[in-house]
């Protein structure tokens, strides 16, 4: 999964069944009676012997008050925390299920009829009592344990600096120390970003008619940003990146340009409001730097229509899932043949440079060549002030958060916007946040040291190991699979590896110090902290070039401290940093059917994902390679058109606005197969050990019925109207409630739990099934 905060994915295999659900044969009176007298005499039963257990174990029943990650620290083997045994009670009095039981509770609507609504049934509550705060766009289960991890990167930055404390965590605390350095950012003012746009060639709009135009060519002012520490993909996406092809050698890559807005907003023309939020951005940040306010008016609507001709010639999101139609290599005497208006081989070595140097019969590969000669023919069009209005500005904008309040106030009005938050996050948020993300291997190794226990991974890979096992069972049992097609796909499933907590490596300082060797940074200086921070990145990325891929580098691997999972196409494999192991996703101390529920279904989607609409196209070497028989390729397809619609025909009640099927796919897919495997290795768990007990408050629930009560709480969310239409416009993941009902509607084993009849919203007689 990626990118969003939240990402997960399901889907699901059923058998009707019509008998009326519990809920629905209750009367009115019946249900208010068992709600209130039963509801609320069992939890004050619950939490009074809660309270009593409590302090006989002398540890606290409320787990909000201790750090999460102690909750990982399990005992090896994995539990059976709670299995019910004859002529014992079948309900679990534990702290831990005392505390997960509230937390349900707390969470559900069990006015709703499950059959009906079951993300209502599950999340109800949460959505009516949860309040985004100003800083935040949404409230989710991501956030909350985002929140709590915030906490703790603080608290670690915040000690001081030890002695002979290792090179890598000095240098962490440093930056974090720069960025909470007010006074001195607010007394250097604006001077820094000033310098530094008159060292990259001057912003026209501030220099006004001293400008030097006879100066300025987009391919140095490229160049300039390369070496100072700024984005080189201005105009062109430049990257190092694995060839997909041949996936053991890494290759020069070409895109198409990153915009500051996206283009899908940006393609809505001039006056969409949000473009128009953009505009007024842009034009008061360049008035607070210095310049005049018509002439900026003027020359950055120019250079904003530049943007947009830019984002008009990009190949939208829908269109770029086809890795195959972005695989287009040519050698660099073939780039000039066919783009003769760009100095290619001086473009590249310059960018390379002093790392490697290539020649004419270098390999690159162009994603949309066609973006290549429509930019040949617009940069020849565009008067170079306008170009370098364009850059300059981008330069600028990337530069603002690290800056004086007076110019973060005016990027807020802007996100608030974009995104609908009114206040900033708390400085010391800000700070961890820009400390964790660019130094993400110094600080997560201080993270994984203070605050998880090495047994976790264990406990972890039991459970990946028990869900691939149910992946691969239903490899062998899809009907709609040739054999030849289907051995290959075992094969994938099989060599698809599995990164879990965190690298060993993390725990040797010294592999940490030669990672940092070189970087440097100032506690009083932020963005020139920042800038040798990104210089280092790029330095670090263009400089393996040469160097074979290692699919198993700790490097790529060493971001433990985020709450996320991800799949790689190109390593086949799959990653749960130590930052999501924790919290709702999972606990020892309580039973295995909220973690099969929760991380499970989590552990599931990253695995489908390796066969999702994208995921397939790549073999189990992760190597681009047509795997697929022609006839199961159609039939793939077929079934991943029905996904299309299933949630094209979704629509957001808040904002009036339906889902894009197509873009969110591959989630969607992996949502719908992850949940499945996570369902039936609870079932082999519990085949295994024994029925687990129940909750307190909600005994009447069964633990298959409890197992989709979790798998629901991990998508229970709140979003600001304007944060769910950035979502559906530009993202990839839909919304919680979809996440919920979409792939639980789909199983035939959802409805017989819930005893739903045939027909019912969630189960529909038409279900769609890939895995």
Not at 105 to 112: R, S
Not at 228 to 239: K, T
Request: include cysteine; aromatic fraction near 10%; charged fraction near 25%.
């Amino acid at each position: 999964m990626s990118g969003d905060a939240e990402y997960i994915s399901t889907n699901f295999n059923m058998r009707n069944n019509v008998k009326p659900s519990f809920w629905g044969q209750r009367t009115k009176l019946e249900k208010r009676l068992m709600l209130v007298a039963g509801v609320a005499s069992i939890l004050a039963i619950a939490f009074l012997a809660a309270f009593i257990a409590s302090i006989l174990m002398n540890t606290s029943a409320d787990f909000n008050n201790m750090p999460q990650t102690s909750e990982l620290r399990l005992s090896s083997p994995m539990p059976p925390v709670a299995i019910a045994k004859e002529g014992e009670s079948n309900i679990c009095s534990s702290p831990g299920c005392i505390h997960t039981a509230s937390k349900l509770l707390m969470n559900m609507d069990e006015k709703v009829d499950p059959c009906d609504d079951f993300y209502d049934f599950a999340c109800g509550s949460f959505v009516k009592n949860t309040r985004i705060p100003d800083d935040k766009t949404s409230v989710n289960t991501f956030s909350i344990i985002t929140d709590q991890l915030q906490e703790q990167i603080r608290a670690l930055l915040d000690e001081p600096v030890t002695p002979n404390e290792p090179r890598p965590f000095v240098l962490a605390k440093t930056l974090y120390q720069a960025c909470m350095n007010r006074t001195a950012i607010e007394s250097r003012g604006v001077q820094p970003l000033k310098d530094m746009l008159r060292r990259l060639g001057g912003w026209p709009v501030l220099d006004g008619n001293n400008w030097n135009e006879g100066g300025f060519s987009w391919e140095q002012s490229v160049y300039k940003f390369r070496r100072a520490g700024y984005s080189v993909d201005y105009f062109l996406d430049f990257s190092i990146s694995v060839d997909v092809k041949n996936s053991t050698k890494r290759i020069i890559d070409l895109d198409q340009a990153s915009l500051g807005l996206s283009r899908e907003y940006l393609n809505r023309g001039f006056s969409d409001k949000l473009v128009q939020a953009y505009y007024e951005y842009m034009v008061d940040i360049a008035t607070l730097l210095g310049a005049e306010r018509a002439r900026a008016e003027v020359e950055l609507k120019d250079s904003l229509q530049f943007e947009m001709k830019l984002a008009n010639i990009s190949l939208p999101l829908e269109k770029r899932r086809n890795a195959t139609s972005l695989y287009n290599p040519m050698t660099i005497a073939e780039l000039q043949q066919k783009f003769p208006k760009i100095p290619w081989l001086e473009y590249i070595n310059n960018l390379l440079a002093p790392h490697v140097r290539v020649g004419v019969d270098e390999v690159t590969i162009v994603s949309v060549p066609k973006y290549i000669s429509d930019l040949e023919i617009l940069l020849e069009n565009t008067p170079r002030r306008v170009q370098a209005n364009y850059v300059m500005w981008r330069v600028a904008g990337a530069s603002v958060s690290y800056l004086t309040e007076e110019l973060r106030r005016r990027q807020l009005a802007y996100v608030t916007a974009l995104s609908g938050k009114t206040e900033r996050e708390s400085r010391w948020k800000e700070c961890a946040d820009t400390t964790s993300v660019s130094m993400s291997i110094a600080v997560g190794a201080l993270y994984i040291r203070k605050y998880f226990n090495e047994k976790s991974k264990a406990n972890a890979l039991e459970m990946v190991n028990d869900i691939r096992q149910q992946f691969r069972k239903t490899l062998t049992e899809v009907e709609w699979m040739d054999e030849k097609t289907r051995q290959a796909a075992l094969e994938k499933a099989d060599a698809m590896a599995s990164h879990i907590a965190y690298p060993s490596e993390m725990l040797d300082n010294n592999k940490l110090t030669e990672f940092y060797t070189g970087l440097e940074m100032s506690s009083d200086k932020l963005m020139e902290s920042v800038l040798n921070l990104t210089l280092f990145g790029t330095e670090y990325l263009f400089g393996k070039l040469r160097e074979p891929v290692n699919k198993t580098d700790w490097v790529t691997h060493g971001r433990p401290a985020i709450v996320n999972a991800f799949y790689s196409s190109i390593e086949n494999s799959i990653q749960f940093p130590a930052g999501i192991l924790q919290g709702a996703f999972f606990s020892a101390k309580r039973p295995a059917y909220m973690n099969y529920g929760a991380i499970g279904f989590v552990i599931g989607h990253e695995i489908t994902h390796g066969f999702d609409d994208q995921g397939r196209q790549f073999d189990k070497n992760g190597n681009l390679v047509d795997w697929w028989q022609e006839m199961t390729k159609h039939k793939y397809l077929d079934k991943a058109k029905c996904i299309i619609d299933q949630y094209s025909n979704y629509t957001v009640k808040e904002v009036g606005m339906k889902l894009n099927g197509v873009n969110t796919q591959g989630e969607n897919i992996a949502d719908n197969g992850g949940i499945k495997e996570a369902y039936y290795a609870y079932q082999a768990w519990t085949q295994r050990h024994g029925e687990e007990t129940r909750l307190p408050g909600l005994e009447k629930y069964t633990p298959k019925q409890l197992f989709w009560l979790s798998a629901a709480n991990t998508w229970c969310a709140v979003y600001r109207n304007e944060a769910i239409k950035l979502r559906i416009t530009t993202g990839f993941h839909a919304p919680g409630r979809f996440r919920v009902i979409g792939p639980m509607s789909n199983m035939e084993e959802f409805a017989a739990d819930f005893q739903c009849p045939l027909g019912s919203p969630m189960n529909p007689t038409n279900k769609c099934k890939v895995w």
